[in-house]
């Protein structure tokens, strides 16, 4: 498994867990449990954000890990 297959797979795993607090939230009627549920969706968001970045700067360094 390549670099970028990795970075790919990172990639989709913390969209799916952003997505499934984003559903938490919407879910619950807990206003504490829906505040935190948002929170962690948005640490994911910005994770995602620097991974995607990586991943950039992965092709842009190394061209032979794109997939």
Do not use: C
């Not at 990172?10 to 969209?15: D, R």
């Not at 640490?43 to 992965?58: C, H, P, V, W």
Request: no cysteine.
């Amino acid at each position: 498994m390549t670099v970028g297959t990795q970075m790919q797979q990172a990639i989709a795993t913390v969209q799916n867990a952003a997505a499934t607090m984003k559903t938490f939230s919407l879910e619950t009627q807990d206003q504490q449990a829906k505040k935190t549920f948002e929170q962690l969706a948005q640490t994911f968001d910005s994770a995602l954000n620097e991974l995607k970045g990586r991943e950039q700067y992965i092709q842009n360094q190394e061209p032979q890990y794109k997939q």
